[in-house]
């Protein structure tokens, strides 16, 4: 069983044609879940995005493999509260998607304050974007808002030494490792450093193929008990996910 | 689970264009000595490696060459092809360095222009293009491929981008279709369609297996690879076949 936290769903405006490639991609690597996020909704217009996406993960089928980000914009509050009501109940979405760069909301920015603040009353987690030292500021905002749980999102990227350091500090901070990038040993520091519940598995996938987070944990020669919390047990616990009567991979 | 090895199969490389021995001074590690980074290889199956110095790129470049031609020379098998190293920022000495490289049956050489602080359009790059070109060496190259593509260009030079993102595979893609002698390492081509569609577009031919061990996690590419859409003439290719043809 492998769920990947991190995944999205929709077309990218680089030379790609990844659209339609969801599930494809996780059958390559024995993905069975992923959480997705409309790349509309990150990258322009959150609300049409989540739209779209709510009506393809309502859609059934093959779709049920797939859940849902509502996508904030914690610059559109309104739309990410009246979003967050409609879409959390449909048990289609199971969390909240923010990216700090499109929305040129850093985690330090007072919206981004104020959306998580809106994210921990709704009781789900948030995966949200961070690189290098930002992922510090993260979990001193966590640590201020009540009751939030936030996923770092690429643990810091190149800064994952300072995400060793956000997830000591807070304990309602988890990380995931998806990069473009794979430096020798990145995962296994971290995985060295960190409490292992923390530990979450996602792969940026369609916008990258999840031979890179996949790789770079296999890479890291996790002990047995430590990889199954990584690929499946932490994320199904801390989103509440029902797990598929299908076989494991 | 996490079970990668599973996937690759029985892929094995038989030449990575892209690995370094010695140390970044300013990194913790690794080591990078030729016994652990070769070491790292062949526990990836991976046969033979097209090898360049650090000590080259940042220090000394005749000392770091000669390591590398020593080290080549004194493996029993053949797993070490050497790749000589140009410093950008003394293009006059690069030049000279290039025809003793030459005279040493070294078929290319490399290039660190971001360890180096060199641009695209520094004169140094345009002339090192020039000199490598017309000595018949082929280049592999650090820096945005977006920009290090214009000082090769026209030379009928031959050259593996060895940083090519996928982000930027469209720019790589415009320009190899002008330039039949650009390649790409495929270490970031790590999108799920970009091997496939590199493929469509310039050919198989142009793809060249890449890991940067001991750096990079040579997993990572090894992965992609054995899971793409390539047909296994063209795994084949990728994996060394193409390698070998510019640098052996």
Redesign the interface.
Known sequence: MIIDVHAHWGPWFFTMDVAGANLATMDRYGIDLAIVSATEAVIYDAAAGNRALAQALTAGGPADRLYGYVTVNPRRPADAERDLREYLPTGRFVGVKIHTDYTASPVTSPQMRDALAMVASFGVPALVHTWDASVLDLAALCQDIPGLRVIAGHMGAGGHRHAIEAARGCDRLYLEPCWSHFPAGRIAEVAAGVDPHRLLFGTDATLIDPAAAFGAVAAARLDSRTAELVAWRNAAALFGLPLPNRPAS | ?????A?VGDLAVTLDVDVLVGAYPDRD??VGTPSSVLGVLREHDIRAGAVASLRAALFDVVSGNDEVLALAATRPRPDVVPVGVVDLRDPVGAARELERLAAASVRAVRLFPDEQGVEAGFPSVRHVARRAAALGLTVLTGGDVRRFWRPFSGLEATVVFLDT???H??DF?VAAVDEPGFHTSTR?L?????LE?AAAEVGAGRLLYGSR?????P??????LA?SGLKPEEVAAVAGGNARRLLT
């Open positions: 689970m996490f079970d990668a090895h996937l590690g690794p993102h996928f982000y595979l469209g893609l970031l790590n999108s799920p369609d970009a569609l061990t001991p750096f990079y996690e997993l990572v590419p090894l992965l992609r899971t």
